[in-house]
């Protein structure tokens, strides 16, 4: 299957969702207090003010105080230029958010499916390469979820490839990222599981692997602010990057790529 030259990185449309006031009882693997819903609103639209400045039109989508996680767009659904597919995310507390966001979906896309059968996807164990598509098997990603994802993303031309997340990752994107042009950012683990490759990796400095999240949008890399040795090691590599404030998604689990459904539409 043919490569898709910036398939990872150049993007004309995102969609956001605000967080809501019930995001201070969002999930997390470990307590660090609640996030402060509206500190969390203030970043959230300086992450907004990013992607614009970085050439996107962005839908942003209501607060949903049902689903106090639903600011996290990427794990309910997926986008490519061919349409776009509602996932069905692993925790049972998120499973109605793609219903959620179906319409907005319609609104820019002919082509809006559903996850055949009855696995779980979420969208934050799924990396886009230029010339690969990768699945990450996690707590939230089962195997039957994830080679029904498969087999659609096959029929769109995709090459696609399940693999195993490192014990005690969350999500695959947890631990790493792309920073497009065939450069992988990975933490040690990540790196060591030898799942990319002879593709060039930037390695996040040891003691900061919330930073391995990051997000490549047309010319510049959105990076978690508080993290200089992995910043350097991202600007060494010929990136220009843009400081984000994360002290509250972070709070909850959530990185950079969570907030937001990127995609191109020409």
């Known amino acids: 299957m043919s490569k898709h030259p910036g398939l990872s990185w150049r993007f004309t449309h995102a969609i956001t969702r605000v967080p809501a006031e019930s995001v201070a009882h969002g999930l997390r693997a470990e307590d660090t207090g609640n996030p402060d819903p509206q500190e969390f609103r203030v ?72 996850l055949p059968g009855t696995g779980h996807v979420d969208g934050g164990d799924i990396l886009t390469l230029d010339d690969e598509i990768l699945i990450g098997l996690s707590a939230r990603t089962d195997r039957d979820g994830a080679e029904a994802f498969a087999t659609l993303l096959a029929e ?77 090691n991202i600007q060494a590599a010929g990136f220009r990057t843009r400081l984000m404030p994360v002290s509250e998604p972070r709070k909850v689990d959530g990185g950079l790529s969570c907030l937001s459904l990127r995609f191109s539409l020409n």
């Open 43 to 114: 970043q959230h639209a300086a992450y907004v003010s990013a992607l614009e400045e970085a050439g996107l039109m962005v839908d942003v989508l209501p607060s949903l105080e049902a689903f106090p996680d639903s600011c996290f767009v990427e794990d309910p659904a997926f986008c490519l230029p061919e349409g776009a597919i509602l996932l069905r995310p692993g925790h049972p507390t998120r499973m109605d958010e793609p219903d959620e966001i179906r319409f907005a979906l319609e609104k820019r896309f002919r082509k809006v499916l559903d």
């Open 156 to 232: 769109w031309g995709y090459s696609v490839r399940i693999v195993e997340t490192p014990a005690g990752v969350l999500h695959f994107k947890t631990a790493c990222s792309t920073l497009g042009e065939d450069v992988i950012l990975a933490t040690r683990p990540m790196i060591e599981s030898g799942l990319f490759g002879d593709r060039k990796v930037v390695a996040v400095a040891d003691g900061e692997d919330y930073c391995a999240n990051v997000i490549r949008v047309n010319d510049v890399v959105l990076v978690p602010e508080g993290y200089p040795a992995t910043l350097a």
